[in-house]
């Protein structure tokens, strides 16, 4: 969840609060008026997160002036956001080719983009800061740092940045998307809602103000409801693919698996290119380790990563982790590590190409992960543990916890915690107390202890998150299980005096 934010961090958050900005004091450098009607056009797409239309306003203003430096950078951005990465190392080295063409504040700006380009967010930072320096009651300076402060998760002046540029322009609708997730991540979760509301007041037509509530609902546990928000997204843009994959995750989480097979035969069908299906085919491999289908989940991993130009070309993502951990999740230590050492061949490069990364929190999360489970399936339990701890508390947004608290918990448990194991399970229910995988956990660690009352009331409550699941959902069946296992022997213990008395 919430890829939608991590996109536009990654592939140019700050510069879409800039374009946004810009939109209303016009100053860009271009000698076509039509260009610049175009560019216009493509930032208000890019607001909306309708990146395909913009990527098409961006095309013609470019097309129009070729010394557009500014759009230039944008188009870079929407092709990065679309999966066009070829292009978009074009476009980047067009913008910046044209930079000495451009006033000093658009300088300044597509300074910043050349650092988040090449994955330089310290250096980025600080231009980011100097350019407020130079501009200080500038909206696009605030919108700036505030976008910088969001991907360092400096999440308080994040959200003072984002209120300060409220003051100066009360119908920044953007402003109030970011100071929704803020307010998640802080753990103000009405507060969250609240700003998302006044999101949906100033753009109720656009797709994104509905999916970003979504978002937050699907992360409290409000499952029907985040799918009725998905829903509204996508019938306003049935292009809007965040919100068929939103809403995936959603139907995920309540065990529908026709629904997310359904949303993910959408995603594929209509996927813009190869690197953008084989994001999805990582995320429907994810959907099959949920329900219990590792073996065609595997399938799937291996695909994507046969087929992932990336890997080769020093870049870094998702499947091989996705693989590792269900080779863990099988116990298979052999092949586990044969992936870690692929995934550490595939960072090697990476950081030799870019050696800022070495330091990037995605980077120290996945060694502590990667640590972590090759101790635990080599017995080394009390280092397993430390390293899931590490792991654990190198993610910052509390949605992003709850699966890697699952996994220590278990640790925990088997080194003989079994409290503190609850306790991390815990606070995930206080996050999302429909979190089903979270209840059935603390349901076995329950009944590992002998309390049977918690242990039903817990697996009572997941099967009420799974109400309507599939039929075959392995999980639930499993559940229902055990709970008819629970229910004879109940039924069992209250014979047993009777039949003594005989």
Same mark, same amino acid.
């Given at each position: 969840?919430?890829?939608?934010? +991590?996109?536009?961090?990654?592939?140019?958050?700050?510069?879409?609060?800039?374009?946004? @900005?810009?939109?209303?004091? !016009? &100053?860009?450098?271009?000698?076509?008026?039509?260009?610049?009607?175009?560019?216009?056009?493509?930032?208000?797409?890019?607001?909306?997160?309708?990146?395909?239309?913009?990527?098409?306003?961006?095309?013609?203003?470019?097309?129009?002036?070729?010394?557009?430096?500014?759009?230039?950078?944008?188009? +870079?951005?929407?092709?990065?956001?679309?999966?066009?990465?070829?292009?978009?190392?074009?476009?980047?080295?067009?913008?910046?080719?044209? !930079?000495?063409?451009?006033?000093?504040?658009?300088?300044?700006?597509?300074?910043?983009?050349?650092?988040?380009?090449?994955?330089?967010?310290?250096?980025?930072?600080?231009?980011?800061?100097?350019?407020?320096?130079? /501009?200080?009651?500038?909206?696009?300076?605030?919108?700036?740092?505030?976008?910088?402060?969001?991907?360092?998760?400096?999440?308080?002046?994040?959200?003072? /940045?984002?209120?300060?540029?409220?003051?100066?322009?009360?119908?920044?609708?953007?402003?109030?998307?970011?100071?929704?997730?803020?307010?998640?991540?802080?753990?103000?979760?009405?507060?969250?809602?609240?700003?998302?509301?006044?999101?949906?007041?100033? =753009?109720?037509?656009?797709?994104?103000?509905?999916?970003?509530?979504?978002?937050?609902?699907? @992360?409290?546990? &409000? /499952?029907?409801?985040?799918?009725?928000?998905?829903?509204? @997204?996508?019938?306003?843009?049935?292009?809007?693919?965040? @919100?068929?994959?939103?809403?995936?995750? %959603?139907?995920?989480?309540?065990?529908?698996?026709?629904?997310?097979?359904?949303?993910?035969?959408?995603?594929?069908?209509?996927?813009?290119?190869?690197?953008? #299906?084989?994001?999805?085919? *990582?995320?429907?491999?994810?959907?099959?380790?949920?329900?219990?289908?590792?073996?065609?989940?595997?399938?799937?991993?291996?695909?994507?990563?046969?087929?992932?130009?990336?890997?080769?070309?020093?870049?870094?993502?998702?499947?091989?982790? $996705?693989?590792?951990?269900?080779?863990?999740?099988?116990?298979?230590?052999?092949?586990?590590?044969? $992936?870690?050492?692929?995934?550490?061949?595939?960072?090697? &490069?990476?950081?030799?190409?870019?050696?800022?990364?070495?330091?990037?929190?995605?980077?120290?999360?996945?060694?502590?992960?990667?640590?972590?489970?090759? =101790?635990?399936?080599?017995?080394?339990?009390?280092?397993?543990?430390?390293?899931?701890?590490?792991?654990?508390?190198?993610?910052?947004?509390?949605?992003?916890?709850?699966?890697?608290?699952?996994?220590?918990?278990?640790?925990?448990?088997?080194?003989?915690?079994?409290?503190?194991?609850?306790?991390?399970?815990?606070?995930?229910?206080?996050?999302?107390?429909?979190?089903?995988? *979270?209840?059935? #956990?603390?349901?076995?660690?329950?009944?590992?202890?002998?309390?049977?009352?918690?242990?039903?009331?817990? &697996?009572?409550?997941?099967?009420?998150?799974?109400?309507?699941?599939?039929?075959?959902?392995?999980?639930?069946?499993?559940?229902?299980?055990?709970?008819?296992?629970?229910?004879?022997?109940?039924?069992?213990?209250?014979? %047993?005096?009777?039949?003594?008395?005989?």
């Amino acid at each position: 969840m919430f890829r939608k934010i +991590a996109l536009v961090i990654f592939l140019g958050m700050t510069a879409l609060a800039v374009v946004v @900005a810009l939109k209303s004091d !016009r &100053r860009v450098t271009t000698n076509s008026q039509e260009a610049y009607e175009h560019y216009l056009a493509g930032v208000d797409f890019y607001e909306k997160f309708y990146l395909r239309d913009a990527v098409n306003e961006f095309e013609k203003a470019v097309a129009l002036d070729s010394n557009f430096a500014m759009a230039q950078g944008e188009l +870079a951005m929407a092709y990065y956001s679309r999966g066009f990465h070829k292009k978009g190392k074009e476009m980047q080295e067009l913008a910046i080719k044209n !930079r000495p063409n451009v006033t000093p504040r658009e300088q300044m700006i597509i300074d910043v983009w050349e650092q988040q380009w090449s994955s330089n967010s310290d250096s980025a930072f600080v231009l980011a800061r100097k350019l407020a320096e130079a /501009y200080p009651n500038d909206l696009k300076a605030l919108a700036i740092v505030a976008g910088m402060e969001f991907s360092q998760d400096n999440w308080e002046q994040a959200l003072q /940045y984002y209120q300060q540029a409220l003051r100066i322009q009360p119908d920044f609708a953007p402003a109030y998307n970011m100071l929704g997730y803020l307010n998640f991540y802080l753990g103000r979760y009405d507060d969250a809602l609240d700003m998302l509301d006044k999101y949906l007041e100033y =753009a109720r037509d656009q797709a994104n103000p509905h999916d970003s509530r979504g978002e937050i609902l699907h @992360a409290t546990g &409000r /499952y029907e409801d985040a799918i009725a928000a998905f829903r509204q @997204a996508f019938n306003i843009n049935p292009e809007f693919d965040f @919100a068929v994959t939103h809403m995936a995750a %959603s139907y995920l989480e309540m065990g529908q698996m026709s629904q997310v097979d359904y949303c993910y035969q959408i995603l594929l069908k209509d996927s813009p290119n190869e690197l953008k #299906r084989l994001s999805y085919l *990582t995320d429907y491999a994810q959907s099959l380790t949920y329900r219990d289908n590792l073996d065609s989940a595997i399938s799937v991993c291996h695909y994507v990563i046969e087929n992932d130009p990336q890997l080769d070309e020093g870049g870094v993502t998702a499947a091989p982790v $996705v693989l590792g951990l269900i080779y863990y999740r099988q116990r298979d230590a052999a092949a586990m590590n044969q $992936v870690w050492d692929s995934c550490r061949v595939y960072m090697a &490069r990476s950081i030799g190409k870019n050696p800022e990364l070495k330091d990037a929190p995605t980077y120290e999360r996945w060694n502590a992960l990667m640590e972590a489970t090759s =101790a635990d399936l080599a017995g080394d339990l009390d280092r397993s543990e430390a390293q899931f701890a590490e792991s654990l508390g190198k993610l910052s947004r509390p949605n992003d916890k709850i699966y890697y608290r699952l996994y220590y918990a278990d640790v925990l448990n088997r080194n003989n915690k079994s409290n503190l194991a609850i306790s991390e399970l815990q606070k995930n229910l206080s996050i999302n107390p429909n979190h089903a995988p *979270t209840l059935r #956990r603390l349901a076995d660690i329950y009944d590992e202890q002998g309390d049977k009352a918690s242990a039903q009331a817990y &697996r009572e409550k997941a099967a009420e998150v799974w109400k309507n699941a599939d039929p075959d959902f392995k999980p639930m069946l499993e559940l229902r299980e055990k709970l008819n296992q629970m229910v004879t022997a109940q039924k069992g213990n209250r014979k %047993s005096p009777g039949l003594a008395s005989n």
